[in-house]
């Protein structure tokens, strides 16, 4: 937590964003969190942090495949989470990239997963992108709402106080959407 501001100096929205989520998923005293966190992502009621499921959690680690925002792993699962408000899914192949890297970098592991982090307002907009790119046959993608994620979290706490913050106003109070968004 000491190297937040260091880490997320100069960061875009998704980096900057990622690293709070990162965290609140590593530090124990977000333990709390991070029960509601993974009841959520796999829609049980297991209320088990981070250190009880032994992750290990990166945030814009390097790999010949591309550089997923998020990746949650120990010995049996893997999640990668990319984390979209507004962009569109780097050289077209993005998530063919990830799944690549999940088979590649991460054999031993059975459980191999794709989130895609995004607001409400933005998810038809990602679904019609990936009925485009036709990985809805190959790929399986599974969302993460922020909304919801930032409704779960929802106390006093300074550090989710202000992610709910900078999200609601750079991205739910203060949006223009594209015509091209609206058609969709």
Do not use: C
Not at 20 to 30: A, E, F
Not at 104 to 126: E, N
Not at 160 to 177: H, Q
């Amino acid at each position: 937590m000491k190297d937040l501001l260091i880490n997320i100096d100069g960061s875009s929205s998704e980096d900057l964003t990622t690293e709070v989520l990162k965290i609140i998923l590593k530090n124990n005293g977000y333990s709390v969190y991070q029960r509601l966190f993974y009841n959520y992502l796999f829609n049980n009621s297991e209320n088990k942090t981070t250190l009880d499921y032994g992750y290990e959690i990166e945030s814009q680690s390097k790999y010949t495949e591309g550089v997923p925002d998020l990746i949650i792993y120990n010995e049996k699962e893997v999640y990668i989470i990319e984390n979209k408000f507004f962009a569109s899914f780097s050289k077209g192949d993005q998530l063919s990239r990830y799944q690549a890297l999940l088979d590649k970098q991460f054999k031993k592991q059975s459980i191999k997963k794709i989130f895609l982090l995004t607001l409400k307002s933005r998810k038809s907009f990602y679904d019609a992108e990936l009925t485009k790119m036709s990985l809805m046959n190959h790929i399986t993608i599974n969302f993460i709402l922020w909304e919801d994620l930032l409704n779960i979290f929802d106390s006093n706490n300074f550090l989710i106080e202000a992610l709910k913050g900078y999200i609601d106003y750079k991205f739910l109070i203060n949006v223009e959407i594209t015509k091209e968004e609206i058609m969709i």
